[in-house]
């Protein structure tokens, strides 16, 4: 097998989906869903699947693209919510006002909860990635159920363990915030669990339609080296 310097067109299209699926779960974050007596963020419909391509990168490009397209996600998430805060902003068009509200509840972002969301978005996917890398090579290839759940596991534990009481630490009684941040786990890990017959069709095709699958032996795990390839 080899290992490809440069970016293929299956990289790029799981890159940008990547992007997509983060960009999509912040907006759809400004909804709480009911099923019975349990809540959560809308969010929840495609932010796992950002866990899932994450996965998919590690596991057949190795950690090196992986912390590429986390930090190109990172910076383009960054960079919609920088331009949704400006178009708040702006004043609106006298016709436009009785919208304004709604546009306003769904890109007017709090500072705190903006902040939350990244640094724990960023600290997950990098541990999500780098569990991958290291229990590929630990188990020399083998075991992919068992490595994708067991990141996931860690990536949204990291991710949760952050975010909630970054976001409504002193908001939110305490008992009620463990429990958030236990169902968010427990809801995105089943997630992955169920899809994983799908996940992994998906990443032993790309294995072999790119012939590639990367074994990240000394590799560096520097999480800020944004720009190796």
């Not at 990547?18 to 963020?41: D, H, P, R, V």
């Not at 949760?160 to 463990?178: C, K, M, Q, T």
Request: aromatic share 14%.
């Amino acid at each position: 097998m080899k290992q490809n310097k440069t970016v293929s067109a299956s990289f790029m299209y799981m890159g940008i989906l990547f992007c997509t699926c983060l960009i999509a779960s912040n907006l759809l974050e400004s909804k709480i869903l009911q099923f019975g007596s349990f809540t959560m963020t809308a969010g929840v419909l495609c932010f796992p699947i950002s866990y899932i391509l994450n996965d998919c990168i590690a596991e057949v490009w190795g950690y090196r693209k992986a912390r590429f397209v986390i930090w190109m996600a990172f910076l383009m998430n960054f960079l919609v919510v920088g331009l949704g805060q400006l178009a708040v902003i702006l004043p609106a068009a006298d016709f436009w006002k009785e919208h304004e509200e709604h546009f306003n509840f769904v890109f007017g972002l709090t500072p705190r909860i903006a902040i939350a969301s990244f640094v724990a978005f960023l600290v997950g996917s990098l541990i999500n990635a780098y569990v991958m890398s290291v229990m590929k090579v630990s188990d020399e290839g083998k075991h992919f159920s068992r490595r994708a759940v067991v990141s996931t596991l860690w990536g949204e534990g990291a991710d949760s363990l952050i975010f909630f009481p970054l976001a409504f630490g002193g908001l939110v009684p305490f008992r009620d915030l463990i429990k958030l941040m236990i169902l968010q786990v427990i809801t995105k890990t089943l997630y992955e669990i169920v899809v994983l017959p799908v996940t992994i069709r998906v990443v032993n095709w790309v294995k072999r339609h790119e012939d590639t699958d990367v074994y990240d032996r000394n590799e560096s795990y520097n999480p800020i080296n944004i720009f190796q390839l």
